[in-house]
């Protein structure tokens, strides 16, 4: 298998564990807060959403990564880590903006029409996740972030 989709799929697995583990716990927030009012409560998720997404997807992506950069003289190459944080950044933040305007607008949505807290978080992460899936990909894509060749 071609290195570059060795990288996409690493980066895709890390996604998806981030969103794995911020799905139960913002699952968990969402039903501890279902007494305050929808915007609320979808404010409050979407933050412990990201807080737990980014630090597992932080830990995996830094894990995953930490040798791509070193040289042989042990140096790290500066240059290249740069260019592929910019891009990695780029293309995570245009997937953020969609998925938080995805996921903040479902969540209220369900919540104000009588879904439990619990089952609107779980159906809004899952419709977001899918579209912040295909939003990162094709912006990753789109950067050349897993090109071959310089």
Not at 35 to 41: L, P
Not at 109 to 131: F, K
Request: charged fraction near 15%; include cysteine.
């Amino acid at each position: 298998m071609k290195q570059q989709y060795k990288e996409y799929l690493k980066l895709n697995k890390n996604i998806l564990l981030g969103f794995l583990a911020s799905i139960v716990v913002s699952a968990i927030v969402a039903q501890m807060f279902s007494s305050q009012q929808s915007y609320v409560n979808a404010t409050i998720t979407l933050g412990v959403d990201y807080l737990v997404y980014f630090s597992t997807f932080g830990t995996l992506f830094y894990f995953d990564n930490k040798k791509k950069y070193v040289l042989k003289t042990g140096e790290v190459d500066k240059a290249s880590l740069r260019r592929d944080l910019i891009k990695v950044i780029s293309s995570l933040g245009i997937g953020e903006v969609v998925y938080t305007i995805c996921r903040w607008s479902l969540q209220y949505y369900l919540l104000t029409n009588s879904y439990q807290a619990y089952a609107a978080s779980l159906i809004s992460q899952s419709v977001s996740t899918v579209i912040y899936m295909v939003t990162v990909n094709l912006s990753v894509k789109f950067m050349r972030l897993y090109k071959d060749g310089p």
